[in-house]
């Protein structure tokens, strides 16, 4: 049996209750990102060793916790870029949406728009 070494060096620090991790490229952008959505709402992406807010929906998150201070299932748990993201920009979430007990979904087009380099917070 052939021994290998590894060992883990954290790339970021201080996000709380990640819950997925995905790499896609930004529209507009030449190399890949890693991205990280938080149960509570947030999206990050790290670019070039750099950590940066893609979205932040906790307004429309159901408040998460529970009175006995155990394990909450809801919040936002799924984030999935479409095929053709670079050239498209859609991508889907899964969230439990504020004032239901469920998940839900967008009726319409999320503002900002993640074609427009303008409307997004890639600074």
């Given at each position: 049996m052939r021994k290998i070494k590894v060992s883990l060096q954290p790339i970021v620090k201080n996000i709380d209750l990640p819950t997925v991790l995905k790499t896609t490229i930004i529209p507009g952008d030449s190399s890949e990102s890693l991205f990280i959505a938080t149960q509570v709402g947030r999206i990050f992406y790290i670019s070039k060793g750099a950590i940066n807010t893609f979205l932040d929906i906790r307004p429309r998150i159901i408040e998460l916790g529970t009175s006995n201070g155990?394990?909450?299932?809801?919040?936002?748990?799924?984030?999935?870029?479409?095929?053709?993201?670079?050239?498209?920009?859609?991508?889907?979430?899964?969230?439990?949406?504020?004032?239901?007990?469920?998940?839900?979904?967008?009726?319409?087009?999320?503002?900002?728009?993640?074609?427009?380099?303008?409307?997004?917070n890639l600074k």
């Open positions: 155990g394990y909450d299932e809801r919040g936002l748990l799924g984030l999935a870029f479409h095929p053709s993201f670079y050239y498209n920009g859609l991508f889907y979430l899964h969230y439990s949406v504020a004032g239901t007990q469920g998940p839900g979904a967008l009726s319409k087009p999320f503002d900002p728009n993640p074609c427009d380099p303008e409307t997004l």
